[in-house]
């Protein structure tokens, strides 16, 4: 099993609709999880990160499922704006600074 | 305020050419970490510094990559002998705290697209 695992999509969807997106993950000692959104040929950036008790920014939901291992995140409404790559971040327990990214989930809203 | 800048943006080497890439990160910032990202990957984690305290170099592919940041704040990455598997871009990202913090947000430069021909 990867580290963190992503559907690579692409996802397409038209304007106004909602989607979503998972993502697992195989360290149960993680404790930190985080949603970055890379557009083409640009760095990433956070989107949000992920709580215990879910987190909701605007149209953008996260949410962690401990038990299964598994983060998601929602976009409603969805904007030809957030058109990208989005990319599940792990850290990867203890004092270890290190992210485990996976390899990004890629979103095109069409008009 | 200034973000992350890095340099240069593109770099195109022959093989087994040595390369030096730069990163400032934000002021003040504490960690710094490098990043390798493939075409259509997401990005690797590299090393990592503290200050100028490397902690973690467990992602350096090999011998012939080297990081340092040698006053605290701005960081080169050099790659030694470059090899067409090399290529990507390398992106330097930094964060603010130095506690064990792990909810930081890591802070993106634009990354140097390295190309080995």
């Known amino acids: 099993r990867k580290e963190v695992e992503q559907d690579p999509g692409p996802f397409n969807v038209p304007e106004g609709a909602t989607v979503a997106f998972n993502c697992t993950y195989s360290?149960?000692?993680?404790?930190?999880f985080f949603w970055y959104r890379q557009d083409c040929r640009k760095e990433p950036k956070l989107l949000m990160s992920?709580?215990?008790?879910?987190n909701e920014d605007g149209r953008f939901t996260a949410q962690l499922n401990r038990a299964s291992q598994y983060i998601s995140l929602l976009i409603r409404d969805s904007k030809l704006s957030d058109s990208a790559t989005y990319l599940c971040v792990v850290n990867w327990g203890g004092n270890n600074r290190k992210l485990i990214w996976g390899l990004g989930t890629s979103l095109a809203v069409n008009p | 305020g200034a973000g992350v800048s890095q340099s240069p943006r593109y770099k195109v080497a022959k093989r087994g050419q040595d390369v030096a890439l730069r990163c400032d990160p934000i002021?003040?910032?504490?960690?710094l970490f490098w990043y390798q990202q493939a075409l259509g990957q997401g990005p690797e984690f590299l090393t990592y510094?503290?200050?100028?305290?490397?902690?973690?170099k467990s992602g350096l592919p090999s011998d012939r990559f080297f990081a340092e940041r040698p006053e605290g704040s701005v960081s080169t990455l050099k790659i030694q002998r470059t090899q067409q598997e090399d290529s990507a871009v390398y992106l330097c990202?930094?964060?603010?705290?130095?506690?064990?913090?792990?909810?930081?947000?890591?802070?993106f430069g634009p990354g140097t697209r390295l190309t080995v021909l």
């Open positions: 002021s003040g910032h504490v960690s």
């Open positions: 990202a930094s964060s603010l705290s130095e506690r064990e913090a792990f909810t930081d947000t890591q802070y």
């Open positions: 510094f503290q200050n100028e305290a490397q902690l973690d």
């Open positions: 360290n149960s000692a993680s404790q930190s």
């Open positions: 992920v709580y215990s008790s879910g």
